[in-house]
Nanobody, 121 residues
């Protein structure tokens, strides 16, 4: 099994910044792509940013230029630096990791529990 523990959420004023972290643990053979998703009240979960094991990144259009995803492979940790936050960024942010474990032996998606980000106007 893989456990993903997120941290760094909170309440911030518009224009402010937050840095989310997500640390993976467990019987992990390898972690491939890692992602940050978010889900606002009454809306579907959406992909915010992705990073592969080589560091290649992709972003949703709504966050390009404001958010930066990064990872430290040795620490099995992914980060999301969020700058110039706006009220529409308010959501629960979820970490997702595509990993291979000793138990399953193939790539499987794992999810964190989510961390709340609230941006006030």
């Amino acid at each position: 099994q893989v456990q993903l523990v997120e941290s760094g959420g909170g309440l911030v004023q518009a224009g402010g910044s937050l840095r989310l972290s997500c640390a993976a643990s467990g019987s992990i053979v390898a972690i491939y792509d890692m992602h940050w998703y978010r889900q606002a009240p009454g809306k579907q979960r959406e992909l915010v940013a992705s990073i592969n094991s080589g560091g290649r990144t992709n972003y949703a259009d709504s966050v390009k230029g404001r958010f930066t995803i990064s990872r430290e492979n040795a620490k099995k940790t992914v980060y999301l630096q969020m700058n110039n936050l706006q009220p529409e960024d308010t959501a629960v942010y979820y970490c997702n990791a595509e990993a291979v474990t000793y138990a399953i032996g193939r790539v499987y998606p794992y999810w964190g529990q989510g961390t709340q980000v609230t941006v006030s106007s």
